[in-house]
């Protein structure tokens, strides 16, 4: 199978095998839009390893996957593409093999870099949408004014403990971005001392990946200027709308 | 004016003992700011990285006013 026939099954009307379980939520013509959309994941660790997996699985048609980081032990509590065999393989190249393995209809492009202000625009251009996988203030404030300038959705991810945060920010809307990147010059939340556990980047990688998912089909309604807050420690979950910048 | 506060992750600690989940009301003067009410409970306003009052986004310079539900969080940038 490739994409060309999946497509083609899908035009007359058909969903693929494997795409069977996808017709109750988006459909036919969802995963017709899906498996003709370019999503950017950016980084490959934690989230990112969680955001690849879910999408390559839900069928979307073009992944471009950037890190320039490698595997360590430290990675193995919870990044799913690590592995005891991988250790120091590039993260965005280890993605790149999870999704060959999965689908075929999903074409990838690895970039093993760390995202740049200069080459960003260039890498991400085209994208329909974007992911923040990322584990850092700097490089999530470079995403997200690169997003901005190239008018492309943006799906931001982070976590700290048993805690995390979802939000989907649209090229046409002003929110307050220090809400999700800090108004300080900051380069680390309180991840330093709480950590990354296992479920926590599970938890808000589906997340992000059911937003990248309506946002492609349509279906649902998405994030958009509010942020979904979760602290799993005591299972509360809280959405907070954000205003738009005056 | 009475409020209700929601601390989160390392916020929490500054919840008053016996408080469960970080959960608790609080007893203020009126017109005070959400930075006034985080230092009033011990904590460093630049600890703290998002604030809402009742569902919604706000500055610390935001005023407070009777039975608000305040949140407090802690800024969270881990991947």
Known sequence: ?246 | MQLEIRLYATLRQYAPPGSIAGVFSLELPEGKTVDALAEAIGICPDKVHMRMVNGIGVAGSHHLKDHDRVGLFPPVGGG
């Open chain 1, 1 to 246: 199978m490739t994409t060309a026939d999946s497509l083609a099954q899908l035009q007359d009307g058909r969903m693929p095998q494997r795409y069977l379980r996808n017709l109750g939520t988006i459909g036919i013509a969802g995963q017709i839009r899906l498996l003709q959309a370019k999503v950017a994941v950016v980084g490959a660790g934690g989230l990112g390893g969680h955001v690849v997996e879910l999408l390559a699985r839900q069928g979307v048609g073009e992944l471009l996957i950037i890190d320039g980081d490698s595997f360590a032990q430290h990675n193995w509590n919870r990044q799913i593409l690590s592995t005891e065999k991988n250790l120091g393989m590039n993260k965005a190249l280890a993605a790149a093999e999870r999704v060959a393995a999965i689908n075929s209809d999903t074409q990838v492009q690895a970039v093993s870099r760390m995202l740049e202000p200069k080459a960003a625009e260039a890498w991400l251009g085209g994208m329909d949408v974007i992911v923040d996988a990322l584990d850092s203030f700097a490089a999530r404030r470079m995403l997200l004014q690169a997003a901005q300038n190239l008018r492309i959705p943006l799906v931001h991810g982070a976590i700290a403990g048993f805690t995390g945060q979802v939000a989907t920010i649209l090229p046409d809307e002003k929110i307050m971005p220090e809400f999700l990147i800090g108004e300080t010059m900051a380069t680390s939340g309180v991840e330093l001392q709480l950590g990354n556990p296992a479920a926590t980047p599970a938890m808000a990688a589906a997340l992000q990946s059911q937003e990248v998912v309506k946002l492609i089909t349509g279906v649902g309604e998405t994030l958009r200027r509010q942020i979904l807050y979760f602290d799993m420690e005591y299972n509360l979950f809280e959405k907070i709308q954000l205003k738009e910048r005056v």
